[in-house]
């Protein structure tokens, strides 16, 4: 008898959902919020994630820039660049895109960039904010908010209660998650790549969230049949762009990569800059 293939969670019906949202905010305004990305690195990954971000910006009707510094610039240089697009009252919403050039400080890089228009929530006053659970005064990192959404339209809506285990702490992802599932009642179990015994550790939980940056980590020997697996791993292979956890584990449910949590964090990413409007104005956010 053959083992039954898990349920596909997919990302694009909520991120459908979102973008709806991000649609009916935008026509209500009377001018286009401006979205600028900042490269610092000849990363190929980076450029195909800029134009991906440039479609989307015409079909909703942002103005999208690009300010292309090139490999070899300084520190310096991109402070400054930085601090003038924050300072600029035309940029609603600013990606600096990581990874920076080898010779890049990206952590300082940060430090420079205005919090209320950090649309991927990486700098620390963001990360602090949700790490201290006030959440609504923030702008969550898209891609753990990405695998919040996604457990909640898995596991219900109130997760309060609920065990997940999150393998990978990731800066990114795994650590502002930590929070952000906390925030919601959830209690975390934190896992990474050398955790002995991980079929023991994981039984009892009722997810497994994945976000190491290791093709195949997540086994058929690891996991449950009651668990969720979300897969927030991005892993480009000679055959394509695979996650972390082997697809059609023999669990309740699984995102695929491509198609899981990556089209739910670009639409939470253009949700964001609606967000970065609104805390700029004073206005209550969600």
């Known amino acids: 008898m053959t083992e039954p293939r898990p349920r596909p969670l997919l990302g694009k019906p909520l991120a459908d959902r979102v973008t709806r949202g991000v649609q009916a905010a935008l026509a209500g305004w009377d001018s286009q919020p401006g979205l600028v990305s900042v490269l610092a690195s000849e990363d190929p990954a980076s450029r195909v994630y800029v134009e991906s971000k440039a479609r989307r910006a015409g079909r909703l009707g942002v103005r999208f820039l690009v300010r292309d510094l090139g490999p070899e610039t300084a520190q310096e240089e ?4 930085l601090r003038d697009l924050s300072a600029d009252p035309k940029v609603h919403g600013i990606v600096l895109e990581l990874p920076l050039a080898p ?7 940060l430090l420079h960039l205005a919090p209320r228009k950090d649309v991927e929530g990486l700098t620390p006053a963001n990360l602090a904010l949700v790490a201290a ?3 609504p005064e923030a702008l969550l990192p898209p891609t753990p908010r990405s695998v919040r959404f996604l457990l909640r339209e898995a596991l219900g809506d109130d997760l309060r209660g609920r065990r997940v285990a ?17 925030n919601r ?5 934190v896992c990474n ?4 015994d991980l079929a023991e550790v994981l039984a009892p939980q009722d997810a497994v969230v994945v976000a190491v940056g290791r093709a195949g980590l997540l086994r058929p020997e690891h996991v449950w049949p009651h668990h969720i697996v979300i897969d927030a791993g991005i892993n480009v292979t000679p055959g394509g762009v695979v996650g972390d956890a082997l697809p059609d584990l023999p669990v309740r449910a699984q995102t695929p990569v491509p198609g899981g949590v990556g089209p739910l964090t670009s ?3 253009y949700q964001n800059l609606v967000r970065a409007v609104r805390l700029g104005r004073g206005e209550p956010v969600e």
């Open 267 to 269: 639409a939470l990413m």
């Open 78 to 81: 991109l402070h400054a660049v």
């Open 133 to 135: 659970g006030r959440e």
């Open 193 to 196: 790549e050398h955790t002995r």
């Open 166 to 182: 999150l393998i990978g702490p990731g800066r990114t992802v795994g650590r502002p998650l930590i929070f952000m599932l906390n």
């Open 185 to 189: 009642g959830v209690t975390v179990t």
């Open 103 to 109: 010779h890049l400080d990206s952590d300082a890089a």
